[in-house]
């Protein structure tokens, strides 16, 4: 994701993805992890920060799920446009956007703050480095902060690939998400790669399937 073009792509992929929930069990999944992890939080005040949000669904529902905490968010968005769109987003569902850059995270590092959480999804396989950004997302959690990560896990073999484009095409009907979805996926990283990546942290992997496999990964600072 580093130019504005590549950026404003995507996010109307995620979109198509994310228009939904029951037709994209990649959100349901993470909404419900993370519904789990803020669910668990004694606090009502909670300040995110969000990695790539494009245009903001997944923390809109995230948001809607609680309404009597107080959210405020730090958004990570390259691309102007769905910056602006997650920002009313989020706005609308009663939360407070704080801070807006408009810089991929790894331009944007070190992190000038702390959150109580750390959210960064779908984003990891357009890094370049990617276990530098995420020591550092690491290292931007406030005392009892929580970090979420999670992205898609490349196929083992090209025919893996084509079922899983197969089995998404009935869903993905808009030429663009298809050719994102498989640009998306052969960017991913393997499972070996992932285990390396979140080595870097202390922290939980787990895998989960649905038409493509996924890696999500939770840590937790002291």
């Given at each position: 994701?580093?130019?504005?073009?590549?950026?404003?792509?995507?996010?109307?992929y995620?979109?198509?993805?994310?228009?939904?929930?029951?037709?994209?069990?990649?959100?349901?999944e993470?909404?419900?992890?993370?519904?789990?992890?803020?669910?668990g939080?004694?606090?009502?005040?909670?300040s995110?920060?969000?990695i790539g949000?494009?245009?903001?669904?997944?923390?809109?529902?995230?948001?809607?799920?609680?309404?009597?905490?107080?959210f405020?968010?730090t958004?990570?968005?390259?691309?102007q446009?769905?910056?602006?769109?997650?920002?009313?987003?989020?706005?609308?569902?009663?939360?407070?956007?704080?801070?807006?850059?408009?810089?991929?995270?790894?331009?944007?590092?070190p992190?000038p703050?702390s959150?109580?959480?750390?959210?960064?999804?779908?984003?990891?396989h357009?890094?370049?480095?990617?276990?530098?950004?995420?020591?550092?997302?690491?290292?931007a959690?406030?005392?009892?902060g929580?970090?979420?990560?999670?992205?898609?896990?490349?196929?083992?073999?090209?025919?893996e690939?084509?079922?899983?484009?197969?089995?998404?095409?009935?869903?993905?009907?808009?030429?663009?998400s298809?050719?994102?979805?498989?640009?998306?996926?052969?960017?991913?990283?393997?499972?070996?790669?992932?285990?390396?990546?979140?080595?870097?942290?202390?922290?939980?992997?787990?895998?989960?399937?649905?038409?493509?496999?996924?890696?999500?990964?939770?840590?937790?600072?002291?």
């Amino acid at each position: 994701m580093r130019i504005p073009e590549e950026c404003h792509d995507y996010g109307v992929y995620r979109d198509l993805l994310s228009s939904s929930l029951r037709q994209n069990l990649i959100y349901q999944e993470d909404l419900r992890r993370l519904r789990e992890m803020v669910g668990g939080l004694p606090s009502k005040d909670l300040s995110i920060l969000s990695i790539g949000p494009a245009t903001g669904v997944l923390e809109e529902r995230l948001c809607r799920s609680f309404p009597r905490k107080n959210f405020d968010f730090t958004l990570v968005e390259p691309e102007q446009g769905l910056a602006l769109e997650a920002q009313e987003r989020l706005e609308s569902a009663g939360a407070i956007v704080t801070g807006v850059i408009n810089h991929s995270i790894e331009k944007y590092l070190p992190l000038p703050s702390s959150y109580g959480l750390v959210l960064c999804t779908r984003v990891v396989h357009h890094l370049g480095c990617p276990e530098t950004v995420l020591s550092h997302l690491y290292d931007a959690l406030a005392p009892q902060g929580h970090l979420y990560v999670s992205d898609l896990l490349r196929p083992k073999s090209e025919k893996e690939v084509r079922f899983s484009l197969r089995l998404r095409q009935a869903v993905l009907e808009h030429a663009l998400s298809l050719e994102m979805a498989e640009s998306s996926l052969r960017a991913a990283l393997t499972l070996e790669e992932v285990e390396r990546l979140v080595g870097v942290v202390p922290g939980k992997l787990e895998l989960s399937e649905n038409w493509f496999k996924n890696w999500h990964f939770h840590s937790y600072r002291d």
